[in-house]
Protein backbone atom coordinates (compact mmCIF):
# COMPACT_ATOMS: atom_id res chain seq x y z
CA UNK A 1 0.00 0.00 0.00
CA UNK A 2 1.15 3.68 -0.62
CA UNK A 3 0.50 6.29 1.97
CA UNK A 4 2.01 9.40 2.78
CA UNK A 5 1.69 10.82 6.08
CA UNK A 6 2.39 14.73 7.19
CA UNK A 7 1.86 14.49 10.37
CA UNK A 8 1.64 18.04 11.06
CA UNK A 9 -1.72 19.78 10.67
CA UNK A 10 -0.95 23.65 11.21
CA UNK A 11 2.03 25.45 11.81
CA UNK A 12 2.42 29.08 13.27
CA UNK A 13 5.98 31.13 13.08
CA UNK A 14 6.32 34.76 12.79
CA UNK A 15 8.03 36.14 9.86
CA UNK A 16 12.13 35.20 9.70
CA UNK A 17 11.68 32.10 11.42
CA UNK A 18 12.92 28.78 9.70
CA UNK A 19 10.28 26.27 9.31
CA UNK A 20 10.37 22.38 8.66
CA UNK A 21 7.27 20.78 7.40
CA UNK A 22 7.59 16.68 7.80
CA UNK A 23 6.46 14.45 5.24
CA UNK A 24 7.00 10.41 5.78
CA UNK A 25 5.75 7.99 2.82
CA UNK A 26 5.12 4.09 2.61
CA UNK A 27 5.43 2.22 -0.44
CA UNK A 28 6.44 -1.38 -1.77
CA UNK A 29 7.75 0.18 -4.46
CA UNK A 30 11.55 0.13 -5.32
CA UNK A 31 11.27 3.19 -8.00
CA UNK A 32 8.93 5.93 -6.98
CA UNK A 33 9.00 10.05 -7.58
CA UNK A 34 7.92 12.00 -4.32
CA UNK A 35 6.51 15.74 -5.20
CA UNK A 36 6.22 18.85 -2.82
CA UNK A 37 2.98 21.44 -3.96
CA UNK A 38 2.31 24.62 -2.23
CA UNK A 39 -1.60 25.66 -2.47
CA UNK A 40 -2.25 29.37 -1.45
CA UNK A 41 -5.43 30.81 -0.58
CA UNK A 42 -6.18 31.20 -4.02
CA UNK A 43 -6.61 27.65 -4.66
CA UNK A 44 -3.91 26.44 -7.12
CA UNK A 45 -1.44 24.06 -6.62
CA UNK A 46 1.56 25.36 -7.58
CA UNK A 47 4.55 22.40 -8.01
CA UNK A 48 8.05 22.87 -6.06
CA UNK A 49 9.81 20.04 -6.53
CA UNK A 50 9.86 16.02 -7.76
CA UNK A 51 12.12 13.97 -6.48
CA UNK A 52 13.01 10.25 -7.81
CA UNK A 53 13.64 7.60 -5.77
CA UNK A 54 17.14 6.58 -6.76
CA UNK A 55 18.27 10.40 -6.26
CA UNK A 56 19.10 10.95 -2.50
CA UNK A 57 20.92 14.65 -2.97
CA UNK A 58 19.14 17.00 -0.86
CA UNK A 59 18.45 19.77 -2.91
CA UNK A 60 18.22 23.99 -2.21
CA UNK A 61 16.44 26.66 -4.04
CA UNK A 62 16.49 29.95 -2.76
CA UNK A 63 15.01 29.68 0.53
CA UNK A 64 13.67 26.03 0.14
CA UNK A 65 15.38 23.44 0.87
CA UNK A 66 14.70 19.30 0.99
CA UNK A 67 15.66 16.66 2.99
CA UNK A 68 15.31 13.21 0.92
CA UNK A 69 16.31 10.15 3.63
CA UNK A 70 14.84 6.98 2.18
CA UNK A 71 16.15 4.88 5.31
CA UNK A 72 13.37 6.74 7.22
CA UNK A 73 11.11 7.45 4.65
CA UNK A 74 11.00 11.08 4.81
CA UNK A 75 11.18 13.93 2.15
CA UNK A 76 11.19 17.01 4.60
CA UNK A 77 10.70 20.41 3.33
CA UNK A 78 12.74 23.70 5.03
CA UNK A 79 11.78 27.31 4.81
CA UNK A 80 14.45 29.59 5.81
CA UNK A 81 13.40 32.78 7.11
CA UNK A 82 9.83 32.69 6.35
CA UNK A 83 7.68 35.27 4.99
CA UNK A 84 3.94 36.29 5.18
CA UNK A 85 4.11 34.75 1.19
CA UNK A 86 4.95 31.53 2.33
CA UNK A 87 1.49 31.05 3.98
CA UNK A 88 -0.35 28.15 1.98
CA UNK A 89 -1.26 24.72 2.68
CA UNK A 90 2.03 22.50 1.50
CA UNK A 91 1.12 18.93 0.45
CA UNK A 92 3.62 16.10 0.16
CA UNK A 93 2.85 13.60 -3.06
CA UNK A 94 4.08 10.24 -3.99
CA UNK A 95 3.78 8.58 -7.30
CA UNK A 96 4.63 5.04 -8.08
CA UNK A 97 7.06 4.93 -11.35
CA UNK A 98 6.01 4.15 -14.63
CA UNK A 99 2.99 5.39 -14.43
CA UNK A 100 0.03 3.82 -16.13
CA UNK A 101 -1.80 5.06 -12.90
CA UNK A 102 -0.59 8.65 -12.96
CA UNK A 103 -1.81 9.03 -9.62
CA UNK A 104 -1.01 11.27 -7.15
CA UNK A 105 -0.87 9.63 -3.16
CA UNK A 106 -1.20 13.24 -1.46
CA UNK A 107 -0.56 13.49 2.22
CA UNK A 108 -3.39 15.79 4.13
CA UNK A 109 -1.43 18.98 3.80
CA UNK A 110 0.12 21.12 6.39
CA UNK A 111 -1.10 24.57 6.72
CA UNK A 112 1.42 27.39 7.32
CA UNK A 113 0.78 30.67 8.59
CA UNK A 114 3.54 33.26 9.13
CA UNK A 115 3.12 36.12 10.71
CA UNK A 116 4.60 39.61 10.36
CA UNK B 1 5.30 28.69 -19.55
CA UNK B 2 3.62 25.82 -17.24
CA UNK B 3 -0.07 27.35 -17.59
CA UNK B 4 -2.93 25.55 -16.94
CA UNK B 5 -5.72 27.80 -17.21
CA UNK B 6 -9.94 26.80 -15.94
CA UNK B 7 -12.95 28.61 -16.06
CA UNK B 8 -14.71 29.78 -14.61
CA UNK B 9 -13.05 30.51 -11.62
CA UNK B 10 -16.86 30.18 -9.45
CA UNK B 11 -19.88 28.68 -10.11
CA UNK B 12 -23.04 28.33 -9.15
CA UNK B 13 -25.46 25.72 -10.19
CA UNK B 14 -28.83 24.29 -9.08
CA UNK B 15 -29.35 20.69 -8.64
CA UNK B 16 -31.24 20.25 -12.01
CA UNK B 17 -28.76 22.50 -14.19
CA UNK B 18 -26.68 21.79 -16.68
CA UNK B 19 -23.20 23.09 -16.43
CA UNK B 20 -19.61 22.38 -17.93
CA UNK B 21 -16.07 23.14 -16.50
CA UNK B 22 -13.38 23.95 -19.19
CA UNK B 23 -9.89 23.27 -18.74
CA UNK B 24 -6.72 24.51 -21.68
CA UNK B 25 -3.27 23.91 -21.59
CA UNK B 26 -0.71 24.80 -24.20
CA UNK B 27 2.20 22.95 -22.66
CA UNK B 28 2.05 19.65 -25.14
CA UNK B 29 1.06 17.74 -22.40
CA UNK B 30 -0.87 14.76 -23.16
CA UNK B 31 -1.63 13.71 -19.75
CA UNK B 32 -4.68 15.92 -18.13
CA UNK B 33 -6.55 14.69 -14.94
CA UNK B 34 -9.85 16.29 -13.36
CA UNK B 35 -9.39 16.49 -9.06
CA UNK B 36 -11.83 17.53 -6.72
CA UNK B 37 -11.10 18.64 -3.24
CA UNK B 38 -13.08 19.39 -0.65
CA UNK B 39 -12.35 21.67 2.56
CA UNK B 40 -9.17 20.59 4.39
CA UNK B 41 -8.77 17.89 1.98
CA UNK B 42 -6.24 16.73 -0.11
CA UNK B 43 -7.47 16.70 -3.95
CA UNK B 44 -8.91 13.58 -4.67
CA UNK B 45 -8.27 12.17 -8.45
CA UNK B 46 -11.64 11.38 -10.37
CA UNK B 47 -10.36 11.26 -14.42
CA UNK B 48 -7.13 10.28 -16.36
CA UNK B 49 -6.99 10.87 -19.93
CA UNK B 50 -3.61 9.93 -21.35
CA UNK B 51 -3.55 11.35 -25.71
CA UNK B 52 -7.18 12.52 -25.31
CA UNK B 53 -8.57 8.73 -24.31
CA UNK B 54 -9.96 8.24 -20.78
CA UNK B 55 -7.36 5.73 -18.90
CA UNK B 56 -9.02 6.40 -15.17
CA UNK B 57 -12.15 6.65 -13.79
CA UNK B 58 -12.02 6.33 -10.31
CA UNK B 59 -15.54 5.25 -9.65
CA UNK B 60 -16.83 9.14 -10.65
CA UNK B 61 -20.49 9.03 -10.75
CA UNK B 62 -22.45 9.34 -13.66
CA UNK B 63 -23.64 13.01 -13.23
CA UNK B 64 -19.82 13.65 -13.84
CA UNK B 65 -19.13 13.83 -17.42
CA UNK B 66 -15.46 14.49 -18.50
CA UNK B 67 -15.03 14.92 -22.46
CA UNK B 68 -11.10 15.82 -23.96
CA UNK B 69 -11.94 17.38 -27.16
CA UNK B 70 -8.33 17.75 -28.53
CA UNK B 71 -4.81 17.30 -26.80
CA UNK B 72 -4.86 20.90 -25.63
CA UNK B 73 -8.55 20.85 -23.83
CA UNK B 74 -10.37 19.18 -21.10
CA UNK B 75 -14.14 19.32 -20.22
CA UNK B 76 -16.31 18.23 -17.62
CA UNK B 77 -19.69 18.11 -17.97
CA UNK B 78 -21.99 18.49 -14.92
CA UNK B 79 -25.65 17.49 -14.82
CA UNK B 80 -28.06 16.74 -11.65
CA UNK B 81 -25.28 17.31 -8.70
CA UNK B 82 -25.70 17.02 -5.16
CA UNK B 83 -25.14 20.04 -2.56
CA UNK B 84 -22.50 17.27 -1.52
CA UNK B 85 -20.44 18.10 -4.57
CA UNK B 86 -19.62 22.06 -3.69
CA UNK B 87 -15.63 21.71 -3.89
CA UNK B 88 -12.98 23.17 -5.60
CA UNK B 89 -12.60 20.83 -9.01
CA UNK B 90 -8.62 21.28 -10.30
CA UNK B 91 -7.33 19.94 -13.66
CA UNK B 92 -3.93 18.69 -14.21
CA UNK B 93 -1.51 18.47 -16.91
CA UNK B 94 1.79 16.69 -17.09
CA UNK B 95 3.95 15.23 -20.29
CA UNK B 96 4.57 11.29 -20.13
CA UNK B 97 8.35 10.31 -20.26
CA UNK B 98 9.90 6.94 -20.15
CA UNK B 99 9.07 6.60 -16.88
CA UNK B 100 5.20 7.60 -17.21
CA UNK B 101 4.16 10.92 -15.86
CA UNK B 102 6.22 13.17 -14.97
CA UNK B 103 4.94 16.10 -12.51
CA UNK B 104 1.55 17.93 -12.68
CA UNK B 105 0.61 21.11 -13.35
CA UNK B 106 -2.56 22.50 -11.72
CA UNK B 107 -4.97 25.26 -12.83
CA UNK B 108 -6.29 27.70 -10.03
CA UNK B 109 -9.59 25.22 -10.54
CA UNK B 110 -13.24 25.96 -10.20
CA UNK B 111 -15.17 26.97 -7.11
CA UNK B 112 -18.32 24.90 -7.51
CA UNK B 113 -21.61 25.49 -5.16
CA UNK B 114 -24.44 23.10 -5.93
CA UNK B 115 -27.55 24.98 -4.31
Known amino acids: AQKVTQAQTEISVVEKEDVTLDCVYE???????LFWYKQPPSGELVFLIRRNSFDEQNEISGRYSWNFQKSTSSFNFTITASQVVDSAVYFC?????????????FGKGTKLSVKP | DTEVTQTPKHLVMGMTNKKSLKCEQH?????MYWYKQKAKKPPELMFV???????INESVPSRFSPECPNSSLLNLHLHALQPEDSALYLC??????????????FGQGTRLTVV
Open chain 1, 93 to 105: ALRNYGGSQGNLI
Open chain 2, 49 to 55: YSYEKLS
Open chain 2, 92 to 105: ASSRRDTSGNTEAF
Open chain 1, 27 to 33: TRDTTYY
Open chain 2, 27 to 31: MGHRA
